[in-house]
């Protein structure tokens, strides 16, 4: 009997690319492949890549290089790169990366059989898509999720009309498109008759979705329709827009039952100045409003940011203006990334005229606030019953259970260890807090919840 390919996958990245990766991995399911974890086992490895920013393209290229060793200690016999950064730099790296064997670009992801050289290589003759990716996947692509079999990533949308003066995601990603709402909603329903009952909105920019059909209440809408899918038990909404937020997704953000009290929304910065050379807008002032308007309609709702230290011409005043900005929201969850200076962006133009240095001392200033201000909102929850999403065994020890809350979203958010009780992973418990151990929290189980994925 021939002997199955045994393929191995690497996605880097964020949860976008993770679901490229998992459509990927959908196609090479019905190839009847073999997946490894161990690299050094497989005949084939697919590595998808991120082309973001400076630091995620280093990783991206460490990783081909050190795998592609594998095609001499190993048994490795293909290797195959996908990905943003194949959309963004196709050329370049069919130039300088000879142990490659075929790039995939955003366009391409069914390729996969054939670049893994499990499928026949006549669709090698189509031409090569080039220029920003137009394609948009639907519910009726194969998929393979790569997630817990109880949590998953919907992508709404692809692309991003925005112009932030630092992002070139747009230049790759392309203009904004939405999938249509029955399309979810029939992705949403397999997905949860396959077991998921925490799904995770996600596109560029989440806020957008239904725009580029004219409708200005497209996520509103697809809300309530997710809401009716009935054996979903949470519905996390990432990637909030600023401008793009209306009070009647706010409503509906704050009056559906599943929809849990959770507002990320990637403000960059607070500065008035810097945001007008970022080309988004807005101020301190104005995000402040807007956060608190999700705070009238909601109880205590988790708020995640993310944050660029270091952009061009920022002064000290911007960055303490943007400090006293992270004092006073008491985010929850804040991630800082340093600025990096991408050719294809308009902010390319701009003088990049502060030193990595002072970039990394500003991230860590904030990062060291924030840790303070999570330890005291995690400390303010002591003592509070909440319900918590079972994960499993602690992976370091096997007297602690781990598990999130609806505030906390896998891979970016802290944890809750439960040093007392059982769950099944993928069952949600009510746990009450008994301490805050940094940017997790601890509890013990109290009792199970009715809608747990054996009671649905
Ligand atoms: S909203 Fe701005 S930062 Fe986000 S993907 Fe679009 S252009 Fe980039």
């Not at 690299?39 to 084939?44: I, L, Q, R, S, T």
């Not at 400076?54 to 081909?64: F, L």
């Not at 997905?191 to 920019?205: F, H, K, P, S, T």
């Amino acid at each position: 009997m021939k002997e199955a390919v045994r393929v191995g996958i690497i996605s880097l990245g964020c949860a976008k690319n993770l679901v490229d990766t998992e459509i990927m991995l959908g196609h090479l399911d019905r190839h009847g492949c073999e997946y490894v974890l161990e690299p050094g086992e497989a005949d084939v490895i697919v590595i998808n890549t991120c082309g973001f920013i400076g630091p995620a393209r280093e990783e991206s290229i460490e990783t081909i290089l050190e795998t592609a060793e594998l095609k001499k200690t190993g048994r490795l016999r293909r290797l195959v790169v996908a990905g943003c950064m194949v959309q963004r730099y196709r050329e370049q790296l069919q130039a300088n990366l000879p142990e490659v064997d075929a790039f995939i670009g955003l366009d391409e992801l069914p390729k996969v059989i054939e670049s893994t050289g499990l499928g026949s290589p006549t669709e090698s003759e189509t031409p090569i898509p080039t220029g920003p990716s137009r394609s948009l996947y639907d519910h009726l692509a194969p998929r393979h999720l790569a997630t817990p079999s109880w949590t998953a990533y919907l992508k709404i949308a692809e692309g991003c009309d925005h112009t932030c003066s630092f992002c070139a995601i747009p230049s790759f990603r392309g203009a904004f498109r939405s999938r249509t709402e029955d399309d979810l909603v029939a992705e949403a329903e397999r997905l949860a008759q396959a077991g998921v009952r925490e799904l995770n909105l996600i596109a560029q920019d989440t806020s957008h979705y239904g725009r580029d059909r004219g409708e200005t209440d497209g996520l509103p809408r697809l809300l309530r329709a997710l809401n009716d899918v009935e054996q979903l038990h949470w519905i996390r909404v990432h990637y909030l827009y600023p401008n793009t937020v209306t009070g009647g997704l706010i409503d509906a953000m704050a009056e559906l039952p599943k929809v849990v009290d959770y507002v990320d929304m990637p403000l960059q910065h607070a500065d008035a100045a810097v945001l007008s050379r970022m080309l988004r807008g807005g101020s301190a002032e104005s995000h402040l409003k807007l956060l608190q308007r999700f705070r009238n309609r909601m109880a205590d709702p988790a708020m995640r940011t993310t944050l660029i230290v270091g952009f061009p011409g920022e002064t000290d005043a911007e960055f303490d203006h943007l400090m006293d900005f992270v004092r006073e929201v008491r985010f929850d969850h804040v991630g800082v990334f340093t600025y990096s200076h991408e050719e294809d962006t308009s902010a390319h133009r701009l003088k990049d005229d502060v030193p990595q240095d002072l970039m990394d001392e500003r991230r860590a200033a904030v990062m060291e606030l924030q840790a303070g201000i999570v330890n005291d909102r995690n400390r303010d929850r002591v003592g509070r019953t909440v319900e918590v999403l079972v994960e499993g065994e602690h992976p370091e020890t096997e007297f602690l259970l781990t598990g999130r809350t609806a505030g906390q979203s896998q891979d970016v958010d802290g944890q809750v260890l439960i040093n007392d009780g059982m769950g099944e992973p993928g069952s949600f418990v009510q746990v009450e807090l008994t301490d805050a151990a940094g940017y997790d929290l601890v509890g013990r189980i109290v009792s199970g919840t009715d809608r747990s994925p054996e009671t649905p």
